[in-house]
């Protein structure tokens, strides 16, 4: 597998750590805003990679995969290319949303390339949990801007169901936002699948 240089892309970065991981024996999924920015890269740029990896994952294992790919781990617990100005991480798993440990996700193939991510109705959650948790307006945004070019796939019945756990389970969380994120999230699926 070639190294990468200054004009790769989020997505090329992507496919080349997710298949030198999996070649390497080790499974990793990205997610977070990296995730929404493979699915809607012209709404929003994220300049580092998020990939959660499986239970007991060996580090040195992860430090030669990526060192094929031009990447050296930093002190700040994070990889760098001299190249790229892409970063990639590797926050804590397991993979979640709020209380749902998430089990299934999208592969997506690029010759012999492979990437796991975050499905678009999972990026959509999980941008929406950083606004619901936090007040990010900015994750709002992206959630619906992904629901939006990804809306012929996104279900926003599991989506509705997945927020009455949450509101559930964590009572602390605003009612009043989550509704008004549900009829933002209509119209942005509604709207692009009338086009």
């Not at 990793?28 to 998020?50: H, I, N, Q």
């Not at 933002?184 to 509604?190: D, M």
Request: include cysteine; aromatic fraction near 10%.
């Amino acid at each position: 597998m070639s190294s990468l240089d200054a004009n790769a892309t989020l997505t090329d970065v992507a496919f080349a750590v997710c298949t030198a991981l999996e070649r390497a024996g080790e499974r990793a999924v990205l997610c977070g805003g990296s995730a929404a920015t493979f699915y809607a890269p012209e709404m929003y740029e994220s300049r580092d990679l998020d990939f959660v990896l499986q239970f007991g994952a060996r580090a040195t294992t992860i430090d030669a995969a990526l060192h094929q790919l031009g990447y050296i781990r930093a002190p700040e617990t994070l990889y760098r290319h001299p190249e790229t100005r892409f970063t990639v991480e590797f926050p804590a798993g397991p993979l979640a949303i709020g209380s749902e440990t998430i089990t299934k996700y999208a592969t997506e193939r690029r010759g012999d390339l492979l990437l796991h991510v975050y499905t678009p109705t999972d990026v959509v959650r999980d941008r929406f949990m950083h606004y619901w948790a936090w007040g990010d307006q900015r994750a709002l945004r992206v959630a619906l801007d992904v629901a939006a070019t990804c809306a012929s796939t996104i279900d926003t019945a599991s989506i509705r169901a997945w927020t009455d756990r949450e509101l559930r389970d964590a009572p602390v969380y605003d009612r009043a936002r989550r509704d008004h994120f549900l009829v933002e999230l209509e119209l942005a699926v509604t709207r692009r699948r009338l086009v």
